[in-house]
C-alpha cells in the first residue's frame, strides 16, 4: 500500500492552520501541525510574505507530496473577505509553486469526511481530529481545521483510487 504525505490547509490572514499527515489506504497518522501567525503592525503586502515563506519553509521540513486548502467562509465585511482571499490565494499558490497538486475542499465538504455531517461545529470537530489522529496537539482551531482538510483529502484521494482501478464496494 502506497503512503502519501499529504498537506493540509485552513487559509487565513492573521493565522493560517496547517496539518501534515500520512495516508496509507484507510490508515492515517498525525506527522505535524500548527500555525502560521501574522504581525498585525506589518503591511498587507509583507503579512502576505510572511505566510509564503512559512509555507515554503513548512515543504521543505515535512517534505509533503499533496496539498488540500479548504475554501474560505465569506463574511458580510467586504474589506475582511477580499483581505482573506488574498491570504488564500497565497495558501494556494505556494504548494502549487513547489509542484504539489492541490485540492480545494467546501468546509461542510471537509465536516462531512471527518464528522459525519456536514452540520457540525468546531468542538464537534476538533474531538473528531483528536480521536483519528492521536497525538496532534491542536494548539489553536486553525491547526485541528487544517487537519480535518487533510483528512477530507485522504479520503476523497482513497475514493478516487479505489474507483480508478474499477474498485466498486459490495
Do not use: F
Not at 490572514?13 to 506589518?42: K, P, Y
Amino acid at each position: 500500500m502506497q503512503t502519501v504525505r499529504l498537506l493540509g490547509l485552513d487559509p487565513g490572514l492573521q493565522h493560517t492552520g496547517w496539518g501534515v499527515v500520512e495516508s496509507s489506504g484507510n490508515r492515517l497518522r498525525h506527522i505535524a501541525d500548527g500555525v502560521i501567525s501574522t504581525t498585525t503592525e506589518l503591511s498587507l503586502a509583507e503579512r502576505l510574505c510572511q505566510i509564503h515563506r512559512a509555507l515554503n519553509a513548512l515543504m521543505d521540513l515535512w517534505k509533503p507530496e499533496e496539498a488540500a486548502v479548504e475554501h474560505t467562509y465569506v463574511n458580510k465585511n467586504p474589506g475582511a473577505a477580499l483581505k482573506l482571499g488574498q491570504a488564500r490565494g497565497v495558501v494556494l499558490l505556494a504548494p502549487a509553486l513547489a509542484g504539489l497538486p492541490v485540492a480545494e475542499y467546501q468546509a461542510m465538504e471537509v465536516k462531512r469526511a471527518v464528522v459525519g455531517t456536514g452540520h457540525a461545529d468546531k468542538t464537534q470537530v476538533s474531538a473528531m481530529v483528536q480521536r483519528l489522529l492521536p497525538g496532534a496537539t491542536l494548539r489553536r482551531a486553525d491547526a485541528s481545521d487544517a487537519l480535518a482538510v487533510a483528512i477530507c483529502h485522504a479520503h476523497h484521494r482513497s475514493s478516487r483510487l479505489a474507483l480508478a482501478k474499477g474498485y466498486v464496494p459490495a
